[in-house]
């Protein structure tokens, strides 16, 4: 599946390919704040549509993973990472995807708060 994702305002633009069943929904303080509901891929199947000048980036506690947002509309559709073998991830917030049935989805809860 290919799917479109933007901030609110349109100043970030993005494409994903892949298959969307599951998503992760993380108790920590970040990600509950914010809302996310994740979406891992390799970075190889994501595209960003805009200049890498449009985002914001956020990091915390090791600041290896960079929480990109939007400076204008303040949305923060996704995030880049490495999972446990090393391989660089992209973090989809599957909120700002076009066509996506949020409902339809299996939500893994992550007590990220335990970490
Ligand atoms: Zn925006």
Redesign the pocket.
């Known amino acids: 599946m290919h799917y479109e994702g933007s901030?609110?305002?349109?100043?970030?633009t993005f494409e994903v390919e892949g298959e969307l069943e599951k998503v992760m929904e993380c108790n920590c303080s970040h990600c509950s704040r914010k809302g996310y509901l994740l979406w891992f891929v390799p970075l190889a199947d994501f595209t960003l549509n805009s200049p890498e000048s449009a985002l914001s980036t956020y990091t915390f506690n090791q600041h290896v993973i960079k929480h990109h947002f939007?400076p204008?509309?303040g949305?923060a559709p996704f995030g880049f990472g490495a999972d446990r073998s090393g391989a660089e991830t992209a973090a989809i917030n599957v909120r700002c995807l076009e066509g996506v049935e949020l409902t339809n989805l299996e939500r893994v809860p992550v007590d990220g708060r335990a970490l």
């Open positions: 901030c609110h305002c349109g100043q970030i939007c204008t509309c949305c």
